[in-house]
C-alpha cells in the first residue's frame, strides 16, 4: 500500500506540505489573509502584495460568450431569466451563505462542540436583509429548489426565523453525512484547516482559500493522489467553480513531488440526491478550458475596474 508519506513534504499530516507550498519563493506563492475592503470583488493580502480572489473572477467572468455548445457556456441572466426580483435574490443570498458557511464549519468542529449547531444558525441570521421580515425570506425560499428542506413536509408548520433556524440545521446536518459517504469516506488522509494564499503566478496576481487537502491512497485507485478540495454547497457545480478550482490547479500545480502534482477536487454536496457531485483536474479537461477563460477574464475585470490598480499599490504600501 502506498505511504502517504510518498505524496507529502512533513510527517504526520498533509498540511505542512501545502504549509510549505505557499513560502516558495520560485512559485511567488504565499500564505494570505482576506481583506473586506476594495474596489468590487474580494481580495487577499499577504502583508506586501494585495491580489483579488480567484472566486471573484469565477463571479465576474462572462461565460455566455463562449459557444453555446461549450460546457462552460452559460446564459446571461443578469436582471432576467430568474423569475426573481432582486430583493428575492437578496433573500436566497442570505440563506446559501450562511448555510455553506454553517457547512464548513461543522465539518471540522470537534463532536462536542456540534452540539451548539443551531445556535450557531441563529447567531448567523442576526437580522433579514434591509426592508425584509423572516417571513418574507422563509416565502421565498419555500419556493426555491435551492432549498429543499425549508419547505420540507416533515418540518414544522410556523414560518419565519425558527423555521430558517431549523431547516439549515438539517441540511447541514444531512450535508455532514453525505460529505462523508460520498468523499470523506474514501479520504486516507486530511488536514481539515482551511489555507489562504496569495499567488503571483505567470503574471496573474490572485489569491484564494483551500477548503482542505485530501490524501487518497491506492485502495481507491480512481482518485489515488493529494487533492485540492474545494466543497459546494450549491444546487449545482457552476461555471465559476470550475474557473476558481483551474486557478488553484496553476498555482499548486509543481507541488506534490512523487506520482503527481497537487490536484483539484470540486465535491458537490446534493441534498435531494443524497450523494457527492465530484469532479477533479484528473478526469476532466475542462479545468483547461477554464483556466484560459480565467486569464481572459482576469485580464477583462482589471481593463473595467482601472481604479483597481491603484488601490491594490495603495493597499501594499499600508498594510
Not at 502506498?2 to 513560502?23: H, I, K, M, W
Not at 460568450?65 to 433573500?91: A, K, N
Not at 483556466?291 to 501594499?316: G, H, I
Request: proline share 5%; aromatic share 10%.
Amino acid at each position: 500500500m502506498t505511504d502517504p508519506a510518498d505524496y507529502v513534504n512533513g510527517p504526520g499530516s498533509p498540511y505542512p506540505q501545502l504549509e510549505a507550498a505557499t513560502n516558495l519563493a520560485s512559485r511567488n506563492v504565499s500564505s494570505g489573509q482576506i481583506l473586506s475592503d476594495g474596489p468590487p470583488g474580494s481580495y487577499y493580502s499577504d502583508g506586501r502584495r494585495v491580489g483579488i480572489s480567484a472566486r471573484s473572477i469565477g463571479k465576474f467572468a462572462d461565460y455566455s460568450q463562449l459557444p453555446s455548445e461549450h460546457p462552460l457556456h452559460e446564459p446571461d441572466t443578469t436582471g432576467v431569466g430568474t423569475g426573481r426580483t432582486p430583493r428575492e435574490s437578496t433573500r436566497i443570498g442570505l440563506y446559501t451563505a450562511t448555510r455553506g458557511t454553517i457547512f464548513h464549519q461543522d465539518l471540522e468542529l470537534p463532536a462536542e462542540a456540534k452540539q451548539s449547531l443551531r445556535e450557531r444558525v441563529r447567531k448567523a441570521l442576526t437580522s433579514p436583509p434591509r426592508g425584509d421580515s423572516w417571513i418574507d425570506v422563509h416565502e421565498t425560499l419555500a419556493d426555491y429548489d435551492g432549498a429543499p428542506l425549508v419547505n420540507d413536509p416533515d418540518a414544522s408548520s410556523e414560518v419565519g426565523l425558527d423555521a430558517l433556524v431549523e431547516a439549515i440545521a438539517r441540511e447541514v446536518t444531512k450535508g455532514r453525512t453525505i460529505f462523508w459517504d460520498g468523499w470523506g469516506s474514501i479520504e486516507n488522509w486530511t488536514a481539515g484547516r482551511e489555507v489562504t494564499f496569495l499567488s503571483d503566478v505567470d503574471g496573474y496576481r490572485f489569491g484564494g482559500c483551500v477548503d482542505r487537502i485530501s490524501v487518497v491512497l491506492d485502495d481507491s485507485p480512481k482518485y489515488e493522489g493529494v487533492y485540492s478540495t474545494e466543497l459546494k454547497f450549491t444546487d449545482r457545480i457552476r461555471s465559476e467553480h470550475y474557473l476558481q478550482a483551474a486557478a488553484y490547479r496553476h498555482v499548486f500545480e509543481s507541488i506534490t513531488t512523487v506520482t503527481r502534482p497537487l490536484d483539484v477536487a470540486v465535491v458537490r454536496i446534493d441534498i435531494e440526491n443524497r450523494s457527492c457531485e465530484i469532479k477533479t483536474t484528473r478526469d476532466t479537461e475542462l479545468f483547461q478550458d477554464a483556466w484560459e477563460l480565467f486569464q481572459r477574464s482576469y485580464d477583462r475585470y482589471y481593463d473595467r475596474y482601472k481604479l483597481v490598480d491603484t488601490w491594490l499599490q495603495q493597499s501594499a504600501n499600508t498594510r
